[in-house]
C-alpha cells in the first residue's frame, strides 16, 4: 500500500519562501516515476483544491492553477521517490493544510500559515 508523507509546512512572513517535501513508499506493482503527483491545498472553510501537478518519469509536464502560477514549482526525484512544491512569494491566502496525492494515495497533509 502506497504510503505518502508531507513534511515542510511552517509558518512564514508574507513574501517568504517554503519547499514542501512529500516521501513516497510503497509501491509494489509499479515505481514511483510510473505515477503523475498533485499537490493539493484546504484551506479553513473551503473546498480542497489542486494546486500543481507533474506528470509521470521525468515530469516534463506541470500544471499550476492560476493562483499560483509564477510562484510555486513543482518538481520531482525518482531517486529519492520524492515529490517537491517550492513556494515563492507566499501570500496570506496561501495559508492551508497541503496534501500530497498519487497513486490514489493521500498524505496526511502539511500546515503552511502564512502571517505578519
Known amino acids: 500500500q502506497v504510503q505518502l508523507v508531507e513534511s515542510g509546512g511552517a509558518l512564514v512572513q508574507p513574501g517568504g519562501s517554503l519547499r514542501l517535501s512529500c516521501a513516497a513508499s510503497?509501491?509494489?506493482?509499479?515505481?514511483?516515476?510510473?505515477?503523475?503527483m498533485y499537490w493539493y491545498r484546504q484551506a479553513p472553510g473551503k473546498e480542497r483544491e489542486l494546486v500543481a501537478s507533474i506528470s509521470s518519469n521525468i515530469g516534463s509536464r506541470k500544471d499550476y492553477s492560476d493562483s499560483v502560477k509564477g510562484r510555486f514549482t513543482i518538481s520531482r526525484d525518482n531517486t529519492r521517490n520524492t515529490v517537491y512544491l517550492q513556494m515563492n512569494s507566499l501570500k496570506p491566502e496561501d495559508t492551508a493544510v497541503y496534501y500530497c496525492h498519487g497513486s490514489a494515495a493521500w498524505g496526511q497533509g502539511t500546515q503552511v500559515t502564512v502571517s505578519s
Open positions: 510503497g509501491f509494489t506493482r509499479f515505481t514511483f516515476s510510473a505515477y503523475a
